[in-house]
């Protein structure tokens, strides 16, 4: 028998963003003088230990990248996205770009200073981690490309080193325990973590 399903009604928009909820990662990378500068993004994928990530062409993640291919991407939990907020209004690029100064940026050197992040030397790359994240990638650049269609944007394909994980959320040897990490996740420019577990998938580690 056919169930009397009410389907959603439906409209087209345009939002500004297309912020659909993504985990936020403090993107670490290597200034000039070899100090680290923090990033905020919430643009990225991961499949196996690639980890492609978006960046806007005028900000400093993206000029330390071509300079010196090494990251750290610091995934927060959602008890630190004041932290992470404390960083949004800032940029590591001296001077501002006109842009970025419209938009209401101004620069800050010493993004660990501003957050309160304590950082903690890495193994394989320069940049250092953020101890406070419980997740934190070491990860090398692998190719960069400004897509046609969007000249503003780069694509970042990065391949993970090493992964660092807190101690209290690890399951046995080398599995992320579900039930103790969640990501600071960016939805729509607002901050969440997550909702209540839903079910297991038939690869699930137990
Ligand atoms: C939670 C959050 C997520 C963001 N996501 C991105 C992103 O995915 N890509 C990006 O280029 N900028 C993103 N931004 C904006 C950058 O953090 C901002 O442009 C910053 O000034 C860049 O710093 P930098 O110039 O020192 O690299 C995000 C900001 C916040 C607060």
Not at 49 to 65: M, P, Q, S
Not at 71 to 91: G, H
Not at 123 to 141: D, G, H, M, T, Y
């Amino acid at each position: 028998m056919k169930q009397d399903l009410k389907l959603p009604a439906m409209k087209t928009v345009k939002p500004k963003i297309l912020y659909y909820g993504t985990p936020v990662i403090l993107l670490n990378t290597s200034n000039e003088d070899g100090t680290t500068n923090i990033t905020p993004i919430s643009s990225s994928w991961a499949l196996g230990y690639t980890v492609v990530l978006g960046l806007g062409a005028g900000g400093k993640a993206l000029e330390n990248l071509m300079r010196h291919g090494e990251c750290v991407l610091n995934l927060p939990d959602p008890s630190l996205w004041e932290q992470v907020e404390r960083l949004a209004p800032y940029t590591g690029k001296d001077p501002v770009p006109p842009f970025k100064q419209s938009m209401g940026y101004s620069y800050q050197k010493d993004k660990f200073e501003i957050s309160g992040f304590t950082p903690a030397a890495s193994v394989n790359v320069k940049p250092s981690r953020i101890l406070e994240c419980p997740l934190q990638l070491e990860a090398v650049v692998k190719h960069i490309r400004m897509p046609e269609h969007a000249p503003e944007f780069a694509v970042i394909e990065t391949e993970v080193l090493q992964v660092h994980a807190h101690e209290g959320i690890v399951l046995g040897e080398h599995h992320i325990d579900p039930a103790k990490w969640s990501p600071l996740l960016y939805n729509f420019r607002h901050y969440f973590g997550l909702g209540q577990a839903l079910g297991t998938n038939f690869r699930a580690e137990r």
